[in-house]
């Protein structure tokens, strides 16, 4: 029993808790109470028979937006990587019945938590864990952060939809902007930094692709890239460190992300320090963490092929400790 969910409806209190049935999966069991104090078990709210799922689920919050109701859980594979999914449907009879299920993000976020602030918006926070090993971690002093909030809602189509709160843009610093273009080549764009708010619109072609190397050292040789491509649909991070003797290590991570036929690609980027968080039309989410090794990591750069860069905005964001 894991990580006690709590909301109100009318003078009852209700409480989802993360469970596992053996040898069968994940659950969550719901319970109500008027005190707070005394809990009545009323039946599983959800649970599943596909081990794809995971063996137990943890960190349960469950809400309803708009007219739906939505779970998201943090699901132990058994794997060491462990994946958040979320489900959206109708909630009758202390009962939830899913309808369309999706990953809630593809890389270090996990166990994310919601609640309703004081303009009706329903909020997430996500803690995005380490990429360093155990030994970087207490040498360095402290361990994991927490994402940018973000502002969830639903499209028509059922998906979650999540976007950085609009606070965060009173904050921007030095603005820069590119016109229009052909994407052909890789280009350093006249803007470092290891804060920044990056905001991206590009077409392409069937086989075309696009992204942008971020905390890039002035030779290339350490960098992380982000990259779409068009054939196949495919969003990845490729982190790239060089090694004392020469070597370049390369870790990547790769998502679906499937466009319509005449939708653009959108692309939120934030980037802080370690943490860079890629949120692709409003609706893939792909969190990653990466330790620069140079001082000189801070160039940015756009790269691509048989792509069109409709709008390109990029602010530099200011330290909390300044």
């Known amino acids: 029993f894991r990580d006690p969910f709590v909301w109100r409806e009318g003078d009852t209190w209700y409480m989802v808790l993360g469970s596992q049935i053996k040898d069968v999966g994940g659950v969550i069991f719901l319970y109500r109470s008027s ?5 009545e078990y009323l039946n599983p709210l959800y649970s599943s028979d596909n081990l794809r799922y995971g063996l137990i689920w943890a960190c349960p919050n469950f809400f309803k937006l708009g007219e739906k109701w939505v779970l998201i859980f943090s699901a132990h594979t058994g794997a060491t990587v462990d994946t958040v999914y979320y489900f959206v449907g109708d909630y ?8 369309y299920s999706a990953v809630l993000d593809y890389g270090n976020m996990y166990a994310p938590l919601t609640f309703t602030d004081n303009q009706q918006r329903r909020l997430m926070f996500g803690w995005l864990r380490e990429a360093r090993s155990t030994v970087d971690q207490r040498l ?13 809602t639903l499209d028509n189509q059922n998906r979650l939809l999540m976007s950085p709160v ?3 843009e009173t904050i921007r610093g030095r603005h820069y902007s590119i016109d229009p273009m052909s994407v052909t080549q890789t280009t350093t764009l006249d803007v470092t930094g290891a804060a920044l708010d990056i905001v991206a619109e590009f077409s392409l072609e069937r086989s075309g692709h696009c992204g942008f190397s971020l905390v890039c050292s002035g030779d290339g040789t350490e960098r992380i890239d982000i990259v779409y491509r068009a054939e196949g ?3 990845s991070v490729q982190k790239v460190n060089p090694e004392q ?3 370049l290590t390369t870790h990547s991570r790769e998502t679906l992300h499937e466009l319509a036929p005449d939708e653009t690609l959108k692309l939120r980027i934030l980037l802080d320090g370690s943490v860079v968080e ?10 990653s963490r990466f330790y620069a090794l140079n001082a000189d990591s801070e160039h940015v750069r ?7 860069l409709m709008a390109l905005d990029i602010w530099e964001m200011p330290s909390v400790w300044r």
């Not at 005190?35 to 809990?39: A, G, R």
């Not at 360095?140 to 969830?152: A, K, T």
């Not at 756009?302 to 069109?308: D, K, T």
């Open 302 to 308: 756009l790269f691509g092929s048989q792509a069109r």
């Open 278 to 287: 890629i949120i692709a039309n409003d609706r893939t989410s792909l969190t």
């Open 35 to 39: 005190n707070l104090v005394d809990w």
């Open 233 to 235: 649909g495919l969003l």
């Open 92 to 99: 009758h009879n202390h009962r939830f019945v899913p309808q």
């Open 245 to 247: 003797n020469g070597a």
């Open 166 to 168: 609009p606070e965060l």
């Open 140 to 152: 360095s002093g402290w361990s994991g952060v927490q994402s940018i909030p973000r502002v969830l």
